[in-house]
């Protein structure tokens, strides 16, 4: 029914209520129309021959956004205990600051941003991270 009549969400709800089930919900047909891979109706719409979907690019950086993250790597057998790889990459330059660290606290993720600040061959004006317990305080009760 979709894919032959291309109407909006809302219009075939009322289609759907009026001769199929009386009772569906919005969000039920919502989901029916993902599940069946038939919710984007852009996506549905005819196209021209040879005409393609617009790609799209990369949104430009300046240098100095910083991903910031970290990865637990396997107890090696010699080891006594498992390490930590904290990992910066910035988004402009691909520029790339890497660190083994023993722990994820967050002593140790103020260490390693100290270090990445000295490090870094330019100023750091943003700093993305993934809000882990190391790099915010909001549950540590002495802040």
Known sequence: LRESLLLPLDDLLAVT???IHGEVS???LDRCLRRHGVSNLKALMPQEDGAKPPVKSFKDYAPGFVHVDVKY???MPDEDQRQYL???IDRATRWVYVELLKDK?????????KR???QAPF???KVLT???KEFTDRFCATG
């Open 130 to 132: 993934d809000n882990g």
């Open 73 to 75: 790597l396997p107890q």
């Open 86 to 88: 904290f990992a910066a």
């Open 17 to 19: 209520r009026e001769f």
């Open 105 to 113: 606290s967050a002593a140790s993720a103020s260490g390693f941003l």
């Open 26 to 28: 919005r969000s039920g």
């Open 123 to 125: 100023t750091i004006t």
């Open 116 to 118: 990445l600040i000295e």
